[in-house]
């Protein structure tokens, strides 16, 4: 019975797309996370005036 068997290389892909969709969902949050907070801060700028 050889390593690369049907089974084993459908096991190691699902498994491999698994983690990349992990990384990538991560990654989607991390983006959607920083809009917030620069939306949040450049609201937070133009309603309070400098003092400078």
Not at 23 to 44: D, G, H, M, T, Y
């Amino acid at each position: 019975m050889g390593r690369n068997n049907e089974r084993n290389i459908k096991k190691h892909n699902d498994k491999l797309h698994k983690e990349q969709d992990k990384v990538k969902a991560a990654k989607v949050l991390r983006k959607e996370k920083l809009k917030l907070i620069v939306k949040k801060f450049n609201e937070n700028n133009t309603s309070e005036p400098n003092n400078l």
